[in-house]
């Protein structure tokens, strides 16, 4: 264990997103779990609030979203803002402007899309490349550059500001070939907080009484819908929606709050999803899942599963149904589970080195 150290974590944590609460979550908690003194900085930003907000009540544009869904897309944020008061934050303060802050003796970046030059609002942000911040040591911990791919190269603006940083470590490939290509240093590939410390993700299991397999995404290809219900007639499974609406699923669990996300996924017989941390909280549960990757995503989730040796899980056009039933009727193979072990300890000794 490293000395104990008081760290600022730096991250997308106001999202409503399922994954950007759990990513944010298990890295503070985990830091804190090892003895650091952690805290989440509570940036702020009223521009940047209000287009979120708009997007989680619209979040399938330019599909526009039917209004009988909009109160159930209401009370899904209202669940998001009671969760994120109860996370460990610093005081709030300007997103361009750090100064009230405390001084640390550490601050992560990371993880998400934080250094991602094309982010609708996130993105371009001076804060998230460590601008302002009063602390020791500067530290990332799995960022990603998102879909900003690498053969877009890396300004020298922003390739000068990474240099800064006294630790880098990423979550994907495409992102070391940014880092190493343009910034000149060898970042550590490292997990996603959520595989790194799944102790933290403690959500009991959904207690539906038939079998369910869960979709978590939207904009899936047209092929997928019918392509389920024929699996799901054939496995005697329910179509489960989280945190979106469904055309295609039985029953559209729009509401969801984060925690009863990771309780539903735990629950899930398996998991389809266009969603990196779809995929991510599948391996995490070891459930069966698919993926079929939106251009948007198509980075993160390539990379995620390449690591992991769990490309066989990726879609990219209408399978037959005798091999969707097969990545649907049993887990990934053991294969993956010792990849993300191996990993797990690799991005310990990170984190241990880079806050010793």
């Excluded at 994907?172 to 590939?189: F, I, K, M, W, Y």
Aim: aromatic share 12%.
């Amino acid at each position: 264990m490293a000395a104990r150290r008081k760290i600022g974590v730096l991250t997308f944590h106001r999202c409503i997103n399922y994954g950007s609460y759990w990513q944010a979550r298990c890295l503070v908690e985990g830091l804190r779990s090892v003895g650091h003194d952690a805290e989440l900085l509570d940036h702020d930003c009223p521009r940047i609030n209000y287009v979120e907000w708009r997007c989680s009540l619209q979040p399938t544009l330019p599909q526009p979203t039917p209004r009988s869904e909009w109160s159930r897309y209401k009370e899904k944020a209202r669940k998001f803002f009671a969760a994120f008061e109860r996370l460990p934050m610093s005081r709030r303060f300007s997103l361009y402007d750090p100064s009230p802050l405390d001084e640390y003796e550490a601050v992560v970046v990371g993880s998400d899309e934080v250094w991602n030059l094309k982010h609708p609002w996130y993105g371009q942000k001076h804060l998230f490349y460590g601008d302002g911040l009063k602390t020791e040591r500067l530290v990332s911990y799995a960022a990603s550059f998102g879909n900003h791919d690498a053969d877009e190269g890396l300004d020298d603006y922003w390739a000068d500001r990474i240099r800064g940083f006294d630790a880098v470590s990423v979550r994907d490939q495409n992102s070391l070939a940014l880092v190493r290509g343009h910034v000149g240093v060898e970042p550590e590939l490292v997990l996603d907080p959520c595989l790194q410390f799944p102790e933290v993700i403690r959500a009991a299991a959904a207690k539906d009484e038939e079998p369910y397999a869960l979709v978590y995404g939207h904009g899936f290809p047209d092929w997928l819908g019918p392509a389920l219900r024929r699996w799901s007639a054939d496995a005697v499974v329910r179509l489960v929606s989280v945190g979106y609406g469904s055309p295609f699923a039985d029953e559209s669990r729009i509401s969801a709050g984060p925690l009863e996300f990771a309780g539903l996924v735990a629950g899930a017989q398996a998991v389809v999803t266009n969603f990196f941390h779809g995929c991510v909280f599948a391996l995490l549960n070891g459930k069966p899942f698919v993926s079929v990757p939106t251009p948007y995503r198509y980075n993160k989730v390539r990379d995620l599963t390449a690591k992991l040796g769990a490309e066989r899980h990726l879609l990219w056009e209408e399978p037959e149904p005798r091999r969707l039933a097969e990545l649907l009727g049993g887990p990934p193979e053991q294969g993956v589970a010792d990849r993300i072990n191996d990993y797990r300890a690799r991005s310990a000794g990170f984190l241990h080195a880079a806050l010793a």
